[in-house]
């Protein structure tokens, strides 16, 4: 060996472990090395804010372990220590597209998970390395995209249908107003009668108009009357309509809005409509009490937070160039939402309610699609439901 040699041999294994771990670290993907008996041996700083567990917890413990207290068991998703395991003894790799996973502070994810064999310089299976990639937004915007179509397409075939109908309705009525003016004029012994089912039927035929007119807004997208409005005052206005309700179900409705909160862009009649059907729908999830909590958040960036339940207010300062929106949430403590259910809620005539048509979320869907927004829910059963509504501040 000649001088120094040894040394510098040091330097560059030095150099070159140190050179490895910059890359591991500044990776935008999570990466996590375990040995053959599920031992964590590498844990990247992506694998730390996915899951909130820090390298130091993780080294060392035992893989499947680790997680447990974040996955939830899902009808169908593979047990990721026994598809770890598989890949140790076959040497094949392995992918779940789609698996559910939590951080610590509760933020669900949905992950697509690759885990490869690692060789030595024999090939021999020696550990696993397991890649993780957070691909929520990308699931969350196909979601949205396929509901979007679907809306499209039954708003269409509803709006087709609500013009066949809306003709023989106004006949109806038209014939049943002229029948109890007759009536009026000639009493007859049978009159009382007849006018009672005449009324019903013009009764009737009013509320088949309002459907259909409901669906026509849905269908169509109504054309809004764009004005600068004030959320703190249109929500206590709503509040101010279902107050009476809330006090006789003992319902507490509590407030939180920043301190200048912009005003948005937007229609006041048909967005206090959104507002006030998810008030309602709220009131109607606690017949035997509870908390309505609606808050107003303006954030940076929607897709980011819509991934949050509990929203943080914007901080820093505001880059003229950066989109801000504002985020309306309705959050109750009823009944919560059957998770089969969940894929339905904005469907046109989707209800669960015995005296519901199910067009009221349907066309709060439309109207906030209408303001270039979006709506979303998240739901637990017997714990509660929360809606977002995010629009974009514009500049007025």
Avoid at 60 to 81: K, N
Avoid at 238 to 252: C, D, K, N, P
Wanted: aromatic residues 4%.
């Amino acid at each position: 060996m000649l001088p120094g040699e040894g040394s510098s041999d040091k330097y560059n294994g030095k150099y070159s472990d140190k050179y490895s771990d910059n890359i591991m670290e500044s990776l935008t993907i999570g990466v996590a090395v375990v040995d053959q008996n599920l031992r964590v041996t590498t844990w990247n700083a992506c694998m730390e804010q996915m899951t909130g567990i820090s390298k130091r917890e993780a080294l060392g413990s035992h893989y499947p372990d680790l997680l447990r207290e974040l996955v939830t068991p899902v009808p169908g998703q593979p047990d990721l220590g026994l598809v770890i395991s598989r890949v140790l003894i076959s040497g094949v790799v392995e992918e779940i597209r789609n698996f559910k996973q939590k951080t610590r502070d509760g933020t669900l994810l949905v992950v697509r998970k690759k885990i490869s064999p690692l060789k030595d310089l024999d090939e021999r299976v020696v550990g696993a390395i397991i890649i993780s990639e957070d691909v929520t937004e990308k699931v969350l915007l196909g979601e949205q995209l396929r509901q979007a179509e679907k809306l499209k397409a039954i708003g269409e075939v509803a709006a087709s249908i609500a013009h066949e109908i809306n003709n023989p309705i106004g006949v109806i009525s038209a014939y049943a107003e002229h029948l109890l003016e007759k009536l009026a004029k000639a009493p007859s012994p049978m009159g009382e009668e007849f006018a009672r089912a005449l009324r019903a039927i013009d009764e009737e035929a009013a509320r088949c108009s309002a459907i259909i007119k409901n669906l026509l807004v849905f269908a169509r997208r109504a054309k809004l009357d764009l004005k600068p409005v004030d959320l703190k005052q249109l929500i206590e206005n709503v509040i101010f309509l279902v107050g009476r309700q809330a006090e006789q179900q003992s319902v507490e409705i509590v407030t939180s809005f920043p301190d200048g909160l912009p005003c948005v862009l937007a229609d006041a009649i048909q967005l206090k409509q959104v507002f006030l059907n998810l008030s309602i729908n709220a009131l109607q999830a606690m017949p035997n009490g509870g908390r309505l909590y609606i808050e107003c958040v303006v954030v940076k960036d929607r897709r980011i937070q819509s991934r949050h339940a509990a929203g943080a207010e914007d901080s820093g300062g505001v880059d003229e160039n950066e989109k801000r929106y504002v985020q309306i949430k309705f959050s109750d403590t009823g009944c919560g939402i059957p998770a089969e259910n969940m894929g339905k809620v904005f469907t046109p005539f989707f209800t669960t309610k015995n005296n519901g048509v199910g067009l009221g979320l349907a066309v709060s869907h439309g109207i906030v699609e209408n303001h270039n927004g979006t709506i979303s829910v998240e739901s637990e059963e017997n714990v509660g439901t929360t809606f977002t509504v995010t629009l974009p501040l514009g500049q007025i």
